[in-house]
């Protein structure tokens, strides 16, 4: 065997698996078809403090654009609320040093990483088990690398991880697809911007994540499903970058600011894999579907994975054992405790999705921001008490969220 574990994919699940992973004696190797780490980017690049504070990390000045304090929600009717406390401080990153600095912190606990390494194929042994990954650098002569263990660490794209025998097809009910320019000049305070409203955004919403020197990610995240047409059950008409061109249209500060980037991205929203682990493989982060229902935020979900899947590893390196039922407390432990979060947000956005503008309105009059953070934390019933006051006749669909 060349190496204890490979990675494919060096982005935060890769990276933060590999560090731990490193650190706890395996010999591992990440390969990333990227040339250069977390470029493009295709990200809001928002993240809360959270993984950040729990990993003891100290975030270098250059990783991020600015720190933010929480958030701003604002209704269809343009009613916001503010939601900003301890736990909402974070920062909107420069995911392009960002990536490359988790990597870089995986280098210096002893991973090694080979860029612009697409990983083509899964080996595998006589018992069919993965046993390597064939490769290719800069798309020139293949070649075969082996280890004990395969880590899917692929994001969206999770092609190695479907050869290793995981459903990581999304239906479009299950994406979001977005759209995202980087803009200037548009001052804000320092809160992140979500605009609700199902004429401006089907199931989905706009962001305004701050930058700084006057920048914004300035984006949309629409459901797969709506933009497939009426005929097939979605919108006529309705695509990311248009809804997007028309929200910018109409707002007083950006109808006449640069866009100095633009990309469009598909994130998932639906439930997570219903595997993660088979024998001699693991996949993890946003391949495994790892992603918040609510926001579509997936950074600080495939950080905290990083770790729970590397210690479960090293555990399986100590022993030489690599089976499904060796890998399998990584997946326990997952869904007991991010996993849990990750259902109830599921819950609450197919809720959230039948609920009219109107009926939106009414629902940000009832509430404030004591009520957001319990929503937040899964705790739904005191909000949906006050919400049903006013309009009883919503007890249809927020009954999911009573018991
Ligand atoms: C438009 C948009 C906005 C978003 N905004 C936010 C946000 O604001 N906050 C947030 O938390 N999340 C956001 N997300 C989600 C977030 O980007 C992902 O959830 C996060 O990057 C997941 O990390 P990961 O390590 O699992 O995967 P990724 O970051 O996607 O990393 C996967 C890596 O695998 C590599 N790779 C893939 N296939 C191969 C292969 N065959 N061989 C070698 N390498 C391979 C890729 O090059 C990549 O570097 C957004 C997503 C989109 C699309």
Redesign the pocket.
Known sequence: MDYDVIV????????TFSRIAAQGGMNVLI????KE??VPV??????GVGEVIRQDLDLPRACYSTPIDGAKVIAPNGKSIVWANDDTKGWVLE?KIF?KWLCELAVDKGAHVKTY????EILKDGNGKPAGVK?SHGGRDPYEIRAPLIVS????????ARQMGFKTVHSLYDVDT???YEMKPYNHENLIELYFGNSMAPRGYV?I?PKCDKKA?V?I?IGGNVVNGKKNGGIDGAAPKPLLDEFIKNNEQLKDASTLLD?????SVGAPLNEFVKDSCMV????AK???PI????????METGVIAAKVAIKAHEKKDYSKDSLYEYEKIWRSEPGKICSQRLLLRKVLEKVSDDDLNHIFNQISQPDLQQIMDGNFAPSVAKVLVGRPQLLGILSALRS
């Open positions: 494919i994919g060096g982005g935060p699940a890769g990276a390969v990333d078809k990227r780490l977390g295709r990200c809001g690049e928002g993240l995911r990536d390494t697409r990983a083509l490769v660490a692929e994001g969206m794209e999770s092609l190695m977005c759209y995202q962001w994540f990610n984006g995240g990309f469009g991205g598909v994130i993890i982060g946003t391949a790892q992603v918040d926001h579509g935020g997936g950074i600080g979900l495939a």
